[in-house]
Structure formats: structure tokens, C-alpha cells
């Protein structure tokens, strides 16, 4: 089980809670958890990555172990406290505007 | 008896305004969808308590939202199979995706940059969406699905549009409804555009338009057009409130004539008809491109009960001093009540009322966030 912590305006678009939590088949990467997610959230589609090229949106960045990782490949492994559930994979909005 | 809910979408969120037909006592509600833009919101004349809403951010994106029990309760509409086994829309309402290769458009810089959505500006029945990078999408299942009638965004003229200060976006949609065929949009700062085969092609309808900003001030296209506006009885005329100028066209904007008059400034963003004189028309003065605000600190409707021209000024119950807010081209609308009522929302938060076709004015809520766009509704 994968913990993912979503920015407030996504929460409460998908009506949940501070952590969502999600299975994966495979190993934990990026681009596995937003598929997770977007299957089971399906308004979410489009708000984290674009829906057809599924490229990140520029002001959304994602956060594992405490390390920026919004640049990696999105099938890099991520790190096993993510994978292990024992620490959460947090996707922010990036501070900008008013 | 009658009632008015007044559709107010701003920086922060969508505010419901209803009152009876009197229009004295008001109630609002909101915000609904907390902290997003709300572009704009349309009712469904077929069943007003259906309302689509255009909720949208620069961090997550465009949201669709559709109520059918008069803003109480809303969902996104979804698609293709209804829901997903936990109940919830597959998320296709919100999936704006360009039909073909995008192409590109001119950037303000005059190099070519590829077309790329980023919201919707405007929601018209049936339904239609405009959209930022400028393009016409419908949707025939009730906002389910967007398909792009990409004949007008493929127009020659298309690598020669560009941007306006708030981006490239089509805001306004007209339908002649005495021909069904016939759709007329505007696009900042490409002009205006017209399909007579339900959108399938284009032909710009700019002739007679002339802006000094650009290389060639007679330009087919490329003219900032912030609104038009249309009488539902008199298809062919046409009202445009430009960057500069208040224009009209008799000929279904094949042609166009300035009607600025006596106006103290030609700039401004909205304009619209009165909802039972087709000769009545409203805009708000501001006082230039440079200085988006009233002249003079006086913040003042103007109304020409001749279709442009002569134009009277509207003062009862407005600031008439120290007022330094802008109408947005959205922002303002009429209901169908005898006598008219006309609205507009500000960019300081207020939304006012004139329940005597703007002979006088009450703010109906004063501290909203800045008001993007208003929708009347008329409720029988």
C-alpha cells in the first residue's frame, strides 16, 4: 500500500481525507502512482499530469524522503520507505501567486 | 412568482445570489469550489436549475462542473462509462484536447508558439465552451465529453493570432436563434469570427474595425475585441465593446461602424443589450489600456437608448469618487423582468444591481473576491 498525500484543492475536488491510499502491481514509481490514482479518482485526471501527454504540470511537484523529485524519469524506482508504506509520497502545488 | 439568481464566478471561488422578482432582498451563497477561478457559470435555458461551471487553476488545471439542482449540489458530469466501481465520473468532462496536430499561433514576442490549453473562458447552451488557447469546443452529452469544432481554430488566419494581455482565449460565443446554423465568437486578439454551417467553417467578421495598436490597423485579423453583445430578436446587429472603440454592425458583422459617440472613454471590457429594447445597450467606460479603472475615480454605466452614439451616463447609487476597480468583459448581464435588470461584477468584489434598467444602482454584495464573470438567470 502506497500513502499519498494530496494538495488541499485536490482533496477536497476528489472528496478525501488528508492521506489516500493506493495499490500498485508493479514497483513504486511515479508514474505507477498517478495511474493509482487517476483510476481511482478519476477527477483527478488531468489535474496532476496533463491527459494525454502525462507530463507533470509545471506548478505540481512531488516530494519523496524529503527530496524534490518532480525531475526524475517518471519510472525511476522510488525509495523503499514510499514503497513500504512506511512513509508517505507527497505531491504540493508549488508556492506562486496570491 | 418570479425570481433572479444572479451566477457571480471570481478569483476565488462561485458566489449564488437569488431574490425574488422585486430583486431588494438578496441571499448569497458560496463560495462553492473554494479558492478556484471560477471563469464563468451558464445556466441551461431548457432546465435553469442545470448550471455548468468552469472551475480552473494555474497549479491543477481545468475542472467542469455541472449542477442540476440549481448550484446546491454539483458533480463533474464524466463520460464514457458513467462511473468508475467506486462511484465516481471517469473524469472525461474535463479533457479539452485539440483536434489534429495543435499548430501554433503567434506569442507576444511574434515568434510562433504551439497551441496549448488552459482553461475555459466562456460556457454557452447547447454546450459550448471557449477556450484559452483560443478554440470552440461542444459537448451533446451535457458536458460529458468535449469534442473541438477545430474548423475555426484551423482557419488560415490561426499562426497569425496572438494573445492579449490575459491570454489568448475565446469569450465570446453568440447563437442566432432564428438560425441554428449561424455562430459568431470572439477571440482577444484575434476579432471575431463567424460560422454559417454550425461551426464546421470560419470567416472573420472584421471589416470596418481599425486599431491603431497594430502594424496594420485595418488588419483582417488580429484586432482585440473584448466583448459583443446581441439582441435575441435581431440576429444581424451587433454591438462590440473593442479594446478601443464601441462598434456596431447591422450585417451580421460583415461590416462595422464606430458608435463611441459621447462616451468619455471608449475603452472598456463588456457591453450588453437591454432584454426588451434592442436599440438600449449598456457598457462601462474605463480609462484606458494603460489604467484599468473608471475616468475620473467615478464609476459609471453608460446607456444609449439608440443603439450607440448618444450615450447617457449612470450614476445613481455608484461610487462617484475614489473608485479604482475594473468590469471585466464577463461581468455583466441582464434578467428578462419588466422593467430590465441589469448587473456587473468587479474586480473590487461588488456586484451591483439596477432593478430599473440602470436608472439606479444597489450593490447586492460588496466583498466578494474580483468578480470574473456574471450570469442572470430569470426563474419563472
Redo the contacts between chains.
Keep these: 500500500m502506497i500513502r499519498v498525500i494530496l494538495p488541499h484543492h485536490l482533496r477536497t475536488l476528489a472528496h478525501v481525507g488528508d492521506e489516500i491510499h493506493v495499490d500498485l502491481n508493479g514497483s513504486a514509481t511515479v508514474r505507477a502512482i498517478i495511474d493509482a490514482i487517476e483510476e481511482k479518482y478519476p477527477v483527478l485526471r488531468g489535474t496532476i499530469r496533463d491527459h494525454e501527454t502525462k507530463k507533470r504540470r509545471p506548478l505540481v511537484r512531488f516530494f519523496a524522503c524529503g527530496e524534490d523529485i518532480s525531475h526524475d524519469p517518471p519510472d525511476t524506482p522510488l525509495p523503499d520507505p514510499i514503497a513500504k508504506g512506511t512513509e508517505p509520497f507527497f505531491i504540493m502545488g508549488a508556492i506562486a501567486g496570491g | 412568482m418570479s425570481g433572479i439568481r444572479v451566477l457571480a464566478g471570481t478569483r476565488k471561488g462561485a458566489f449564488i445570489l437569488t431574490s425574488d422578482g422585486k430583486r431588494k432582498n438578496w441571499k448569497v451563497e458560496g463560495p462553492h469550489f ?3 477561478e471560477i471563469y464563468h457559470m451558464k445556466g441551461s435555458p431548457v432546465d435553469p436549475d442545470r448550471i455548468y461551471a468552469s472551475q480552473t ?7 467542469i462542473q455541472r449542477s442540476d439542482d440549481g448550484g446546491k449540489s454539483w458533480n ?1 458530469p ?1 463520460g464514457g462509462p458513467a462511473t ?1 466501481p ?1 462511484g ?5 468532462s ?2 479539452f ?1 485539440y483536434d489534429g496536430v495543435p499548430g501554433t499561433h503567434q506569442w507576444y514576442d511574434g515568434t510562433q508558439h504551439p497551441w496549448e490549453f488552459k482553461r475555459v473562458w466562456h460556457l454557452e447552451n447547447h454546450v459550448y465552451a471557449g477556450v484559452e488557447d483560443a478554440a470552440l469546443f461542444q459537448s451533446k452529452d451535457g458536458g460529458g465529453t468535449w469534442q473541438e469544432l477545430s474548423g475555426l481554430r484551423k482557419h488560415d488566419t490561426g499562426p497569425k493570432w496572438q494573445p492579449g494581455a490575459g491570454g489568448m482565449c475565446l469569450h465570446t460565443i453568440l447563437l442566432d436563434q432564428k438560425n441554428p446554423e449561424r455562430i459568431s465568437v470572439a477571440i482577444s486578439a484575434a476579432g471575431a469570427f463567424r460560422s454559417d454551417d454550425g461551426g464546421q467553417t470560419w470567416k472573420p467578421i472584421n471589416r470596418g474595425l481599425h486599431s491603431q495598436y497594430i502594424p496594420d490597423p485595418l488588419a483582417e485579423v488580429g484586432h482585440c475585441v473584448h466583448r459583443i453583445a446581441m439582441h435575441p430578436s435581431r440576429p444581424n446587429t451587433l454591438f462590440m465593446q473593442k479594446h478601443w472603440d464601441v462598434m456596431r454592425s447591422d450585417d451580421a458583422g460583415d461590416s462595422w461602424r464606430e458608435v463611441s459617440g459621447n462616451l468619455p472613454s471608449d475603452f472598456g471590457f463588456p457591453i450588453d443589450v437591454h432584454a426588451h429594447e434592442p436599440e438600449t445597450i449598456y457598457v462601462v467606460p474605463i480609462k484606458s489600456d494603460s489604467e484599468h479603472f473608471p475616468p475620473d475615480g467615478k464609476l459609471r454605466v453608460y446607456r444609449s437608448r439608440s443603439g450607440g452614439n448618444e450615450w447617457e451616463q449612470l450614476t445613481k447609487g455608484l461610487p462617484q469618487r475614489d473608485c479604482y476597480v475594473n468590469v471585466l468583459r464577463d461581468a455583466m448581464s441582464v434578467d428578462s423582468l419588466d422593467p430590465c435588470g441589469i448587473y456587473f461584477g468587479t474586480t473590487g468584489g461588488q456586484v451591483y444591481a439596477s432593478a430599473d434598467g440602470g436608472d439606479s444602482w444597489k450593490p447586492i454584495v460588496r466583498d466578494l473576491p474580483a468578480v470574473l464573470s456574471v450570469e442572470v438567470q430569470t426563474l419563472k
Excluded at chain 2, 88 to 92: A, D, F, Y
Design positions: 473554494a479558492g478556484w487553476s494555474a497549479w491543477f488545471g481545468q475542472i463533474t464524466g468508475n467506486q465516481m465520473s471517469m473524469g472525461e474535463n479533457k484536447v
